[in-house]
Nanobody, 121 residues
Framework: QVQLVESGGGLVQPGGSLRLSCAAS????????MGWYRQAPGKQRELVAQ???????NYADSVKGRFTISRDNAKNTVYLQMNSLKAEDTAVYFC???????????????WGQGTQVTVSS
């Protein structure tokens, strides 16, 4: 199996910063994509940012210029640096990966448990 463990969520004031981390572990053969989704109360889960093994990135329009995704391939870890946080960034943030692992020969999606980010004064 492939496990994802997130850390770094919490409460922050508007305009503040947080850094999320997500480490993948288990029987992993290859990781293609790592990234973050978020889900606010009463809303659908939405893509925040993702990064490929080659370093190509993709961001939601709402976070461009404020959030930065990065990745340490040697540690199978992805980071999300969140700056200039707004109240509308409040959500549960879920790490995900597209990887080959768990004894399977084809890529699958794996998800973390989620970490709460609350932006409030």
């Amino acid at each position: 199996q492939v496990q994802l463990v997130e850390s770094g969520g919490g409460l922050v004031q508007p305009g503040g910063s947080l850094r999320l981390s997500c480490a993948a572990s288990g029987s992993i053969s290859r990781i293609y994509v790592m990234g973050w989704y978020r889900q606010a109360p009463g809303k659908q889960r939405e893509l925040v940012a993702q990064i490929t093994s080659g370093g190509n990135t993709n961001y939601a329009d709402s976070v461009k210029g404020r959030f930065t995704i990065s990745r340490d391939n040697a540690k199978n870890t992805v980071y999300l640096q969140m700056n200039s946080l707004k109240a509308e960034d409040t959500a549960v943030y879920f790490c995900y990966t597209v990887a080959v692992g768990g004894g399977r020969s084809s890529p699958n999606h794996y998800w973390g448990q989620g970490t709460q980010v609350t932006v409030s004064s």
